[in-house]
T-cell receptor, first 113, second 116 residues
């Protein structure tokens, strides 16, 4: 049973560029959430997708956008990268019903220079 | 106000001893869930234990137990018989409401070091 997978594992970009991160949820899960974890801090909720729509959003600017595909996988897009966007980006999945926890992927480490 | 507060940036414990990691939370929602995750240096968040707000008994999962004191709004993690592999960051998290649609709030974490 495959867990949550994310790609790429590491990424280096320069200020102003755009980046796309990818996530495949755990088998049987249809809800995907994205988090940003800056160094030395706890994860901060970015947004959550279910049925290909954004259902919840945290306090992040519109530069952060996402998408969910019919197979439940998801993308996180960040435009006009800033140095402060450097972080570990975590994807988590849950089934819509019947499960109390979310399962996390290994994360993508983004460095913006 | 912070939703989740972890006041111990770092903790040391001797191998085979028990350790308690503190967590307090803030919510006015009567339905919520409390979670603990372990994050090794590799970065992946590993689910450890869950406590629902309506659960009458404290949750236990192997060597992990959650000391849930609802009136004090605390949800401390107790690790018994510490092992060297327990050295990691530990995060307390809360989900408000009874739906998986609700977002999770995380604390700032506690770095646990287990000494041989």
């Amino acid at each position: 049973d495959a867990g949550v997978t994310q790609s790429p594992t590491h990424l280096i970009k320069t200020r102003g560029q755009q980046v796309t991160l990818r996530c495949s949820p755990k088998s049987g899960h249809d809800t995907v959430s994205w988090y940003q974890q800056a160094l030395g801090q706890g994860p901060q909720f970015i947004f959550q997708y279910y049925e290909e729509e954004e259902r919840q959003r945290g306090n992040f600017p519109d530069r952060f956008s996402g998408h969910q595909f019919p197979n439940y996988s998801s993308e996180l897009n960040v435009n006009a990268l800033l140095l402060g966007d450097s972080a570990l980006y975590l994807c988590a999945s849950t089934p819509r019903q019947g499960q109390e926890t979310q399962y996390f992927g290994p994360g993508t480490r983004l460095l913006v220079l | 106000a912070q939703k989740i507060t972890q006041t111990q940036p770092g903790m040391f414990v001797q191998e085979k001893e028990a350790v308690t990691l503190d967590c307090t939370y803030d919510t006015s929602d009567p339905s919520y869930g409390l979670f603990w995750y372990k994050q090794p240096s590799s970065g992946e968040m590993i689910f450890l234990i869950y406590q629902g707000s309506y659960d009458q008994q404290n949750a236990t999962e192997g060597r992990y137990s959650l000391n849930f004191q609802k009136a004090r709004k605390s949800a401390n993690l107790v690790i018994s018989a510490s092992q060297l592999g327990d050295s990691a960051m530990y995060f307390c998290a809360m989900r408000e409401g009874g739906s998986n649609f609700n977002k999770f709030y995380f604390g700032s974490g506690t770095k646990l070091n287990v000494k041989p």
